[in-house]
């Protein structure tokens, strides 16, 4: 790994990957490519060091044209697909975005990789080389409660746009390698959280309005499971997959920490109202109000980690407690991000479009 491509490294994950591979890795050249949709921000990556080692290219994976140029001027060796649309409740509302990114821009991705890996080997030696796509659990389906968590054998079930379209993107993958022997390996994570996560999501959605006093909008009944990790966790087993996994596999990756969305959103309640009591003394947890629930919303997922342990050493090192005390301090500390993110006018339709207007329950 002497020159990496990330793609998608101005949104949460990737932004925090970048910052990763410079720590760990200061010898490996970064060009991070990046579209910058509403999700994407140059201000997730405004504390990195300097580096001479590091570039941006505004780009979108769809442009095979500019993909062409990078692979050739930077002499790529090793590719870190983040770039998607990332969020299921915006899939609902905008799937076609979900189709021509994550399928089409992958495929696209895949063929110039591909045309520049057989470059490689006719050339200098093409061993070299990894194409790394970055998946989530949400291929696998719903869980019910009694179930076995998903292991890297489990049927791809995937039950939304967004499931559905990394699912296809995953396919895609594993077709490159078994039909033209392109070395790649997929991660497939569960919910991530920490620093520089769109407010859009979950976890940040509940920490920023808990911060401001402003309701928590639970979707149905709240006992839906997800299995959360924190971003470095996630950063870290990919850094591991990169140097040492096997050419060809899949990971499963997954805090195996499983949680309501009620028992998360009382955890960062209880957290805030540690660091910051306000001013009345009242729990947080008053702000905490049941809409109606998300279309097709997915009851419960959790990964099997066995083979990553097995196979690479990696566990998360980080509790939720600790990573929930963490990420809450950050957002504190990061107010300024906070407003420069929100007072984005996509941010505020979007909060219009998928919140208001629903019908409200309070508990
Ligand atoms: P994000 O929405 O925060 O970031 C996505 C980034 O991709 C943004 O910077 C955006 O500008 C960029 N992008 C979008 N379309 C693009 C295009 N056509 N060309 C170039 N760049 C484009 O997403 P995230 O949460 O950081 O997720 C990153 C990856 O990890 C995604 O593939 C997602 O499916 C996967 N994943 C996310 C989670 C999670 O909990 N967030 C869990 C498992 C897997
Ligand atoms: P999200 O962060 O959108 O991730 P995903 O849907 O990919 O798991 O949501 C996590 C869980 O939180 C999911 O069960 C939906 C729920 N949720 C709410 O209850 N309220 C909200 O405002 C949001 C954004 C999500």
């Known amino acids: ?73 930077k002499k790529i060796d090793t590719v870190v697909n983040f770039a998607a649309e990332s969020h299921v409740d915006r899939s609902i509302l905008n799937p076609a975005a979900f189709v021509e990114t994550n399928i089409l821009g992958t495929y696209s991705l895949l063929n110039v990789a591909h045309e520049a890996w057989k470059h490689r080997m006719n050339s200098v030696g093409g061993e070299e080389f990894r194409f790394h796509h970055i998946s989530t659990d949400e291929v696998y389906g719903s869980l019910q409660p009694d179930d076995t968590p998903f292991n890297e054998y489990s049927r791809y079930d995937p039950r939304s746009p967004y499931s559905a379209s990394k699912a296809s993107s995953d396919h895609l993958v594993r077709a490159y390698h078994h039909t033209y022997h392109l070395p790649i390996t997929i991660t497939n994570c569960s919910n991530n959280y920490g620093p520089y996560q769109h407010p859009e999501k979950f976890i940040p959605m509940m920490i920023i309005n808990a911060i401001q006093g402003k309701r928590l909008p639970i979707y149905g009944d709240g006992l839906q499971v997800r299995d959360w990790i924190h971003v470095s966790d996630h950063c870290e087993a990919i850094y591991r997959v990169l140097l040492n996994g096997l050419n060809g596999a899949t990971y499963n990756l997954g805090s195996g920490s499983e949680h309501t969305n009620l028992e998360i959103a009382g955890l960062i309640c209880d ?66 991000w906070i407003e420069e993110i929100t007072k984005n006018a996509d941010f505020s339709r979007w909060v219009q479009l998928n919140y208001d207007g629903r019908d409200e329950r309070t508990i």
Do not use: C
């Open 1 to 73: 790994m002497k020159n990496l491509l990330i793609t998608g490294g101005a949104g949460f994950i990737g932004s925090n990957f970048i910052r990763h591979i410079l720590q760990l890795k200061p010898d490996v050249f970064i060009t991070n490519l990046d579209a910058l949709t509403y999700a994407g921000n140059l201000v997730n990556l405004s504390d990195l060091p300097d580096s001479a080692n590091y570039e941006f290219v505004h780009g979108n994976i769809n442009d095979t044209k500019l993909l062409k140029t990078i692979f050739n001027d």
């Open 271 to 336: 957290t805030l109202d540690t660091l910051l009591p306000n001013s009345v003394g009242e729990s947080r947890q008053k702000l905490l109000q049941h809409i109606p629930d998300r279309p097709g919303h997915d009851r419960r997922y959790a990964m099997d980690i066995t083979f990553v342990k097995e196979n690479l050493g990696w566990q998360p090192a980080i509790s939720l407690t600790d990573g929930i005390m963490q990420t809450v301090k950050w957002y504190l500390e990061h107010i300024h």
